[in-house]
């Protein structure tokens, strides 16, 4: 009977509050939970494009770059210029005018033309593309039909020929006709009438009354023709003749990667090595000369000039050999390391940019081939740099940055608290930064031993809640400071650091 007295006491209890809440203010009820904001891992390959991480067979990373310094294809060199052949040919009469019949010769005339080059001499050349523009202008006052007969410009051996039929020129000016060839697998000899010279394009002009006219046509002593001919961006296959005794500067800025991709910090390594190769497949004897090779890193306006054996003397390099246009040509390589050079310095600077200069001399024993350098446009003469960096390193607060992968909810509130959850695989003790787009801390100093776990909880504001979720990202900021600097530690393929932020949400639900 007690037990039932106590029982309808606390039901009462309970009825009254219910009751007196519902006359003054509403019952609120709080609940937490945790939501998902961001995940992510950092991991080292996620840094380097392309090749430029790779594991070797103990699964150690190691940085590998490989840039053609220099292609010293010489297109400027042996490219055809743009080029416009101009000639006039005039009616070798006086007086008139002269009633003459249907399909009569009026000029006859074999040309020997120069083709203006870049100081080399060709006799003989492939053109890979290109187009060959004509404008025939008539200044007679007859129907005419003018063939011209380009002999040094062939296709499988055939000649090219124009066959160009005009009208009378009138008041207003000469009769004008056009027309366009493809120069895609075309051979131009440029040998001359006595197929010794360089340079030279013999051609043919035959310009005679129309075979069509119906009878005499009027022509003056005197009368002419223009012919023009256009060469638009002839590229060129494959070349021969003498590529002259010259020297080319060489400056060239090599990029190995954009600046965010590579970290900031102390950076030391060891056993690293480079190779500079250098391959000649041009049908020439060339010098090269470096003058500097000097490593930079733009973020911080440092540089390195490397120095090794080798490097800076003159390289001399045999001319390629063509048989039956299989070309064998020759190589000059030099090795460093870091006991004959400064390449640990060189390479700890970080650099994503290298500077190469020097110059290339052609030909410095003269014209030795007899007109027959030779050049084909895929095999061509490069400077080939290759360093390799096993990633056993000293790192003194070497930084990386990446951008976390967004998972917000529409629902959530503004949070409390984010909870950041950190895994760390690597054998080093990592420092985390969470920041918003505008680099503004949201979390600091977040410290993870090496190969260990944890969870922190960081108060978060109205204002950092916002911001993160109007840019829609969260930047992670990841510092490396290896045990026992400057001893070296080995980084392995597969190891990661990965990243979970909750928000923990309080809900507030209000009963009448």
Not at 53 to 62: E, F, I, K, M, P
Not at 69 to 89: E, N, Q
Not at 207 to 228: C, E, L, M, W
Not at 369 to 388: C, E, M, P, V
Request: negative net charge; hydrophobic residues 40%; glycine residues 6%.
């Amino acid at each position: 009977m007690m037990f039932r007295s106590i029982r309808f006491i606390l039901f009462l209890v309970v009825t009254a509050c219910v009751v007196a809440c519902r006359k003054n203010e509403p019952t609120t009820i709080e609940s937490k939970w945790a939501a998902p904001v961001a995940y992510g891992e950092f991991a080292l390959d996620d840094f380097f494009s392309g090749d430029v991480l790779y594991s070797d067979a103990n699964g150690v990373w190691n940085l590998r770059f490989i840039k053609d310094l220099a292609g010293f294809g010489l297109d400027t060199l042996l490219a055809i210029p743009d080029t416009t052949i101009s000639r006039k040919f005039v009616v070798p009469l006086t007086g008139g005018p002269f009633n003459v019949p249907p399909n009569a010769n009026i000029i006859n005339q074999t040309e020997n033309t120069n083709i203006a080059m870049n100081g080399v001499g060709l006799r003989e050349v492939i053109l890979a593309s290109g187009k060959l523009k004509y404008t025939l202008k008539s200044y007679v006052g007859a129907s005419l039909q003018c063939i011209y007969t380009i002999d040094g410009l062939t296709n499988s051996g055939v000649a090219t020929v124009l066959t160009v039929d005009t009208e009378p020129e009138t008041a207003s000016g000469p009769n004008i006709q056009t027309g366009e060839l493809d120069l895609t697998g075309m051979t131009l000899d440029l040998s001359g009438q006595t197929g010794l010279d360089y340079n030279k394009l013999v051609s043919h002009i035959l310009i005679k009354t129309s075979p069509f006219a119906t009878g005499g046509q009027p022509i003056y002593g005197q009368d002419s023709v223009r012919i023009d001919l256009t060469f638009e961006n002839p590229i060129v296959e494959y070349a021969r003749g003498y590529f002259g005794n010259e020297e080319y500067t060489i400056d060239q800025l090599v990029v190995f990667a954009e600046e965010g991709q590579l970290p900031s910090g102390v950076f030391n390594i060891e056993q690293a090595s480079m190779n500079l190769d250098v391959d000649h497949k041009i049908g020439m004897d060339a010098i090269i000369s470096i003058d500097n090779l000097t490593a930079s890193r733009t973020s911080t306006g440092q540089s390195v000039q490397l120095i090794g054996p080798g490097i800076y003397d003159p390289m001399y390099l045999t001319r390629a050999l063509d048989i039956n246009g299989n070309v064998i040509g020759s190589t000059h390589s030099i090795a460093l390391n870091q006991s004959n050079s400064n390449l640990t310095s060189f390479m700890s600077l970080l650099p994503n940019q290298f500077q190469f200069q020097g110059q290339i001399q052609t030909n410095p024993f003269g014209n030795v081939s007899d007109g027959n350098d030779f050049y084909y446009k895929d095999d061509f003469t490069q400077a080939k740099l290759r360093i390799d960096v096993p990633l056993s390193i000293a790192a003194s607060d070497l930084s990386f940055t990446d951008t976390l992968t967004l998972q917000l909810e529409p629902s959530i509130v503004t949070p409390t608290a984010i909870r950041v959850q950190l895994e760390n695989e690597y054998p080093i003790a990592l420092t985390v930064h969470l920041k918003d787009a505008n680099n503004v801390d949201i979390a600091s100093n977040l410290v993870i031993a090496a190969n260990a776990s944890s969870s922190i909880s960081i108060p978060i504001t109205r204002n950092q809640w916002n911001t993160i979720v109007n840019d829609d990202l969260i930047l992670l900021e990841v510092n490396l400071n290896t045990p026992n600097f400057p001893a070296n530690v080995q980084l392995l393929q597969g190891q990661k650091l990965k990243v979970k932020i909750q928000a923990d949400v309080l809900l507030n639900a209000e009963i009448e």
